[in-house]
């Protein structure tokens, strides 16, 4: 009891600091709470305007005007949002289409960019980019930028990159190496799909 007493007198003694004290924590966790739903709120909003594009994009031709607009939108509610980057991936995608490379490669530079400060939780997304970086250097004959990428880390997608660093041996006429990679890929696929395009590209390798 004496020991609960002199908590007591202390509080007593001491409660204007106890009460600003608990102010002061009040005042941070609720500034916490607001900016933590800001921040949702921001990433709710950029995402609606995403999903708004795409599920249009899926159904019609792609848009550019309309791509403008919500890339506009977007950076107006983040300039770093993740959506940026699924937004520039898809016109990369499309540029390559009309065969307009330059563009493609500017589009997958700013989105990986934009995916430099982003957690490891969207390494996938960074492993696409790259994926598809390396596929327009190698279309270009950029050959040595095409296997730099290729010399970082994949985990999502090795098998993706073991095909294309095949694809690289090919192009060099290094077909005792570029079986190698087709056969290390074919050995880690599951996809019957990907499995099929892997042997067939085995089967038209040349010695």
């Known amino acids: 009891m004496d020991f609960l007493n002199k908590i007591y007198a202390w509080i007593l003694k001491n409660y204007i600091k106890v009460i600003s004290f608990l102010l002061i924590i009040g005042l941070a966790y609720g500034a916490y709470l607001y900016y933590f739903f800001q921040a949702q709120k921001k990433d709710q909003d950029a ?42 991936s898809i016109n990369a995608a499309e540029s390559v289409k009309v065969n307009d490379l330059q563009k493609a490669l500017a589009e997958l530079l700013n989105a990986k960019e934009i995916l430099s400060s982003k957690s490891n939780n969207f390494n996938f997304l960074k492993e696409i980019i790259d994926l598809r970086m390396v596929n327009i250097f190698i279309d270009l004959e950029d050959l040595e930028r095409a296997k730099k990428i290729l010399s970082n880390n994949f985990t999502t997608y090795q098998t993706n990159k073991l095909i294309l660093q095949g ?35 085995i089967s038209t390798l040349t010695e």
């Open 47 to 88: 995402g609606d305007l995403f999903l708004s594009f795409y599920n249009s994009y899926s159904v019609s031709d792609f848009d550019e005007e309309e791509y403008k607009i919500v890339i506009d939108a977007i950076s107006q509610i983040d300039g770093a949002s993740i959506y940026l980057a699924m937004l520039k």
């Open 167 to 201: 694809d690289i041996f090919a192009t060099e006429k290094k077909f005792k190496d570029a079986k190698k990679k087709y056969v290390d890929a074919l050995a880690r696929s599951e996809n019957e799909t990907q499995r099929n395009l892997i042997n067939l590209k």
